[in-house]
């Protein structure tokens, strides 16, 4: 048992998906974490035991990629041999089989278009435990506040990747302190900085997707 789950973790620090996918190229033909996601729960082993692998072999690839042994397709390809799991593991969370740390609000904010920070964010929080209430991309102050208005005891991601948008960044942070102001805030892009993210009044600042897993994890049992 305890080797299956294993398998199951190096999957997701490795990539591999399932059985037909190429990657790693050393894993060729093997089963992949979706096939033995299946296999694990089939056999009896607890979705939080296979929870529990994932946040571990996401934990290894995430510090391997802020080490820059890796890089942004290793960590994708991570992200989706983790989403390969959680369709499996869905069902548990939404029964309260399996306990989330929290819920993350998350969207890339008004007047940017870019996605691909944001959606590699969103993978990795996921994949360490977190349910994602993921907003999509050009979000609007206002959409920020419904979510977390219908998302009590949220935090909330805010991502931009072009200069002209930070001043909505800065806006959207200020609307959501203004009115739920113990809702903690973390931002990320490639124009910001700390010193900006502290400016803008925002809780967190995070360069790579797992700092914003650490920032999340350090708060989660406010």
């Known amino acids: ?51 529990q692998a994932c946040n571990e072999g996401m934990k290894r690839i995430g510090d391997k990629f802020g080490r820059n042994e890796v890089f942004v397709p290793e960590l994708l390809m991570a992200a989706k041999a983790m989403n390969a799991v959680m369709s499996h593991l869905k069902p548990y969370f939404q029964t309260g089989v ?5 819920k993350f609000v998350i969207g890339t904010v008004a007047g940017d278009l870019h996605d691909i ?31 977390v208005n219908e998302n009590p005891d949220c935090r909330v991601g805010l991502s931009a990747l072009l200069t002209t948008t930070m001043l909505n960044m800065s806006k959207t942070v200020m609307g959501i302190k203004s009115r739920f102001p113990t809702t903690p805030v973390i931002v990320g892009g490639a124009p910001l900085t700390q010193k900006v993210a502290d400016e803008m009044g925002a809780d967190g600042y995070a360069p790579t997707p797992q700092g914003a897993v650490a920032f999340l994890d350090r708060g989660a049992g406010r």
């Open 117 to 147: 920070g944001k959606n590699l964010v969103a993978m990795v929080v996921e994949g360490n435990g977190w349910e994602v209430v993921d907003l999509g991309v050009d979000v609007k102050t206002v959409k920020f506040l419904e979510a």
């Open 98 to 102: 399996v306990k989330t740390k929290g």
């Open 1 to 51: 048992m305890e080797v299956a789950v294993r398998k199951i973790g190096e999957c997701i620090e490795r990539g591999k998906v399932n059985r037909t996918s190429p990657y790693p190229r050393d894993m060729l033909g093997q089963d992949g974490s979706d096939e033995l996601t299946r296999q694990a729960l089939d056999s009896g082993i607890t979705a939080e035991a296979i929870l």
